[in-house]
């Protein structure tokens, strides 16, 4: 195991993705600073020089960046890399789900039965 990392997660105040690497960082009881991209302008455009590109959640754990990427994902990435061990702990949110900014809108439609 190594050392404590340190993580910056670059995340969205309200966004499925975001909650899920939130619950993934707190199962492991892992430290981190929760950048708002949403709110703050600044940290949105160090999120995109970082990482090279604009979509979110993005999370740099020592140096490394993970891009647009899910809870399961970082979870799989500290896995492989060492940084914690399998936690059987439950989380309580998905850990991929998307935002409601992504979500589908609804459609709607007219529909014209003939008469003018």
Not at 42 to 62: D, F, H, T, Y
Not at 81 to 90: Q, W
Request: aromatic share 6%.
């Amino acid at each position: 195991m190594s050392d404590t990392p340190k993580i910056i997660a670059y995340l969205k105040p309200i966004c499925g993705w975001s909650n899920g690497v939130r619950a993934v960082l707190n199962k492991y009881n892992l430290p981190f600073e929760d950048r708002d991209i949403w709110n703050d302008p600044a940290q949105r455009e160090e999120m995109i020089r970082k990482s090279g590109q604009e979509l979110s959640p993005c999370v740099e754990i020592n140096g490394h960046m993970l891009a647009d990427i899910s809870g399961e994902e970082v979870e799989a990435w500290m896995l492989a890399n060492k940084f914690v061990k399998l936690s059987e702990k439950k989380v309580e949110v998905p850990l991929d789900q998307g935002c409601a900014d992504h979500a589908p809108q609804p459609i709607s439609v007219t529909i014209n039965l003939g008469k003018k």
